[in-house]
């Protein structure tokens, strides 16, 4: 699996400015359903009730939200760089300024897990969040992701 499979430039965004995880996950979420053509609040309420299974926010910055969407055939991925770190309630209690969604169909389940662990892997990389972070715009973030 390589992330440009689930991961478009046109869902990378850089230098969001957010203000919560609340927010994090909505602009996610709009983000989303715009590119699958499905409805934003349906993507917000599947992310929110995972997160309220336990949070998404892994530690170092970084929150791999996701959830398992009915209306679409494929996986989708948005990666969102925020200009200021977050609270996000990470296991390491530490704000979140990276967050990489994943969001997949029922039927793919096993993928999902796959998609999610190949995330978790890469995003462990130290001097790839730094690139990340440093990043200057969607394309820049969305080249640094995939390479």
Same mark, same amino acid.
């Given at each position: 699996?390589?992330?440009?499979?689930?991961?478009?430039?046109?869902? !990378?965004? @850089?230098?969001?400015?957010?203000?919560?995880?609340?927010?994090?996950? =909505?602009? /996610?979420?709009?983000? +989303?359903? &715009? *590119?699958?053509?499905?409805?934003?609040?349906?993507?917000?309420?599947?992310?929110?009730?995972?997160?309220?299974?336990?949070?998404?926010?892994?530690?170092?910055?970084?929150?791999?939200?996701?959830?398992?969407? !009915?209306? @679409?055939?494929?996986?989708?991925?948005?990666?969102?760089?925020?200009? =200021?770190? /977050?609270?996000?309630? +990470?296991? &390491? *209690?530490?704000?979140?300024?990276?967050?990489?969604?994943?969001?997949?169909?029922?039927?793919?389940?096993?993928?999902?897990?796959?998609?999610?662990?190949?995330?978790?892997?890469?995003?462990?990389?130290?001097?790839?969040?730094?690139?990340?972070?440093?990043?200057?715009?969607?394309?820049?973030?969305?080249? /640094?992701?995939?390479?």
């Amino acid at each position: 699996m390589e992330l440009k499979d689930v991961l478009t430039v046109d869902c !990378t965004r @850089s230098a969001v400015h957010c203000s919560s995880k609340k927010r994090a996950l =909505e602009i /996610i979420s709009q983000v +989303a359903a &715009d *590119k699958l053509g499905i409805n934003a609040q349906q993507l917000f309420e599947c992310m929110l009730s995972r997160e309220k299974l336990g949070t998404t926010g892994i530690g170092s910055g970084i929150a791999i939200p996701h959830g398992r969407i !009915t209306d @679409s055939d494929h996986a989708i991925g948005v990666l969102l760089q925020c200009a =200021e770190p /977050i609270e996000f309630d +990470a296991i &390491d *209690k530490r704000p979140v300024d990276l967050l990489f969604a994943l969001l997949v169909p029922d039927e793919q389940c096993k993928y999902h897990l796959q998609t999610l662990s190949a995330i978790a892997e890469k995003l462990n990389d130290k001097q790839l969040c730094r690139q990340l972070r440093n990043a200057d715009s969607d394309q820049e973030l969305y080249n /640094i992701m995939t390479q």
